[in-house]
């Protein structure tokens, strides 16, 4: 589906982008420079067999294998970068002159109420409906990933849903997926507990958490993953200085924005060599470090410290600039 260029205010979280060269993209948020969109290159054009076609025709090649801010980074390596003083640093962006389609995950689960083409879109109507049935707004609801670009193989693709809810009804909106989706199995969650530790350095205790909210499941035999995020860009002071350093988080426990991606709550205090700031944003690019912490508790993590042009204090887990590491702290409060 072709969209006129927008504002940044509609390019939320998990976008499409396809640009002139039939290279397939995926937009980071929803808060994004003048130039472009902030996104990930995912798959692109390739000469040789691939599970996934575009159009039925052309051959395409996933380069990004998993997702981690390493290889993030190293799939988007060949991407225009532009520094983002909100962010505090250089962020790969497909600019808008190259920006060929803007696809809405939103439109493809209204299109699917339609006309479902094959099995596997089939089934995602079948998902949404089920949601909708539940009192989920369809118009909250987004099927993305392989289906969104119209790239999927019906018999081995899955299902990616994302669903764009306000803090309020966060809980009630997992409340229903929780309902729809099946449990993974056993043996396969423990294989996806294992390749969340191994891949982001995290102990076995806080990946595990990061599926203790309903993330993945089984519809009706097809895995499903889901994303929660936000309806609107964030609200976000520009960085004034960035030092990457070891600190403690106190986090306050049942933070929705937590449980979304970006990832973003409150740290009450944060400890960093000798000094207590407190009530410092906490801002995560990648969900497994911030998951954990919608559970509350103390974090001892690498992180982007930045001081902020409103005189506040923000954390950035995930960047490229800070080899991230969290884990979970003995410091008791005093």
């Given at each position: 589906?072709?969209?006129?260029?927008?504002s940044?205010?509609?390019?939320?979280?998990?976008?499409?982008?396809?640009?002139?060269?039939?290279?397939?993209?995926?937009?980071?948020?929803?808060?994004?420079?003048?130039?472009?969109?902030?996104?990930?290159?995912?798959?692109?054009?390739?000469?040789?067999?691939?599970?996934?076609?575009?159009?039925?025709?052309?051959?395409?090649?996933?380069?990004?294998?998993?997702?981690?801010?390493?290889?993030?980074?190293?799939?988007?390596?060949?991407?225009?970068?532009?520094?983002?003083?909100?962010?505090?640093?250089?962020?790969?962006v497909v600019?808008?002159?190259?920006?060929?389609?803007?696809?809405?995950?939103?439109?493809?689960?209204?299109?699917?109420?339609?006309s479902?083409?094959?099995?596997?879109?089939?089934?995602?109507?079948?998902?949404?409906?089920?949601?909708?049935?539940?009192?989920?707004?369809?118009?909250?609801?987004?099927?993305?990933?392989?289906?969104?670009?119209?790239?999927?193989?019906?018999?081995?693709?899955?299902?990616?849903?994302?669903?764009?809810?306000?803090?309020?009804?966060?809980?009630?909106?997992?409340?229903s997926?929780?309902?729809?989706?099946?449990?993974?199995?056993?043996?396969?969650?423990?294989?996806?507990?294992?390749?969340?530790?191994?891949?982001?350095?995290l102990?076995?205790e806080?990946?595990?958490?990061?599926?203790?909210?309903?993330?993945?499941?089984?519809?009706?035999?097809?895995?499903?993953?889901?994303?929660?995020?936000?309806?609107?860009?964030?609200?976000?002071?520009e960085?004034?200085?960035?030092?990457?350093?070891?600190?403690?988080?106190?986090?306050?426990?049942?933070?929705?924005?937590?449980?979304?991606?970006?990832?973003?709550?409150?740290?009450?205090?944060?400890?960093v060599?000798?000094?207590?700031?407190?009530?410092?944003?906490?801002?995560?690019?990648?969900?497994?470090?911030?998951?954990?912490?919608?559970?509350?508790?103390?974090?001892?993590?690498?992180?982007?410290?930045?001081?902020?042009?409103?005189?506040?204090?923000?954390?950035?887990?995930?960047?490229?600039?800070?080899?991230?590491?969290?884990?979970?702290?003995?410091?008791?409060?005093?």
């Amino acid at each position: 589906m072709c969209m006129p260029i927008p504002s940044e205010s509609t390019v939320l979280d998990h976008f499409g982008v396809v640009d002139r060269e039939l290279r397939l993209y995926i937009a980071v948020g929803a808060n994004h420079p003048p130039s472009g969109v902030i996104a990930y290159l995912k798959y692109v054009p390739s000469e040789s067999p691939q599970p996934w076609r575009l159009a039925g025709t052309v051959f395409m090649k996933r380069v990004l294998p998993r997702y981690s801010p390493k290889h993030v980074d190293s799939s988007s390596r060949g991407m225009k970068r532009v520094y983002d003083p909100r962010l505090g640093c250089f962020v790969p962006v497909v600019e808008w002159f190259s920006i060929a389609k803007l696809i809405d995950p939103r439109s493809i689960a209204e299109r699917l109420l339609y006309s479902c083409r094959d099995e596997l879109e089939c089934l995602a109507l079948e998902l949404v409906s089920d949601l909708v049935s539940l009192g989920v707004p369809l118009n909250t609801i987004g099927v993305a990933g392989s289906i969104m670009f119209g790239i999927h193989n019906p018999t081995v693709s899955d299902i990616d849903i994302v669903l764009y809810v306000d803090d309020e009804r966060l809980a009630e909106v997992m409340e229903s997926v929780r309902s729809v989706l099946e449990p993974v199995p056993g043996p396969r969650l423990e294989e996806l507990v294992k390749g969340v530790a191994e891949l982001h350095g995290l102990p076995t205790e806080l990946a595990r958490l990061v599926y203790a909210v309903p993330r993945r499941g089984l519809y009706r035999g097809r895995e499903v993953t889901v994303v929660y995020t936000d309806p609107a860009p964030l609200r976000l002071s520009e960085v004034m200085e960035s030092q990457c350093l070891e600190m403690v988080l106190e986090i306050e426990p049942n933070q929705p924005g937590f449980l979304k991606y970006p990832g973003h709550g409150i740290a009450s205090r944060v400890r960093v060599g000798g000094r207590v700031l407190e009530n410092v944003e906490v801002l995560s690019y990648e969900a497994a470090y911030s998951i954990p912490m919608y559970f509350g508790g103390a974090y001892m993590c690498r992180a982007l410290l930045q001081r902020l042009s409103d005189g506040g204090f923000r954390v950035v887990l995930g960047s490229r600039e800070c080899h991230t590491y969290i884990t979970r702290s003995h410091y008791l409060p005093t």
